[in-house]
Nanobody
Framework: QVHVVDSGGGSVQAGDSLRLSCVVS????????MGWFRQTPGKERELVAAIRWSAGSTYYADSVKGRFTISRDDAKNTVYLQMNSLKPEDTAVYSCAARHDYYDGSFYHAAGYEYWGQGTQVTVSS
């Protein structure tokens, strides 16, 4: 079984930075891919960034490329989302999610992820 706990949100000003953390409990981390999603009221969850744990390969949504960085720390079983140059449109609930590499479902959509954190609010004011 896989357990995911995300944290690190807060209220910041435009241009500021935040780092979100996602602690993962799993038997085999290397078999997982991790994603950070965000959601605003009335909209579907959007994949912001993702990383394949074993290969370290990453994906970023166009809206965050150059500003956000996803990374993993094997020693701490933790995935980070470093968010720089935050904009008001980045305001959302951010959730960490995990999927096994063999899981049937799109890597790029929420339905393709098996395990979810509780979510953390990020609010960026202008």
């Amino acid at each position: 079984q896989v357990h995911v706990v995300d944290s690190g949100g807060g209220s910041v000003q435009a241009g500021d930075s935040l780092r979100l953390s996602c602690v993962v409990s799993a038997r085999v981390l290397s078999a997982l891919a991790m994603g950070w999603f965000r959601q605003t009221p009335g909209k579907e969850r959007e994949l912001v960034a993702a990383i394949r744990w074993s290969a370290g390969s990453t994906y970023y949504a166009d809206s965050v490329k150059g500003r956000f960085t996803i990374s993993r720390d094997d020693a701490k079983n933790t995935v980070y989302l470093q968010m720089n140059s935050l904009k008001p449109e980045d305001t959302a609930v951010y959730s960490c999610a995990a999927r096994h590499d063999y899981y049937d479902g799109s890597f790029y959509h929420a339905a393709g992820y098996e395990y979810w954190g509780q979510g953390t609010q990020v609010t960026v004011s202008s």
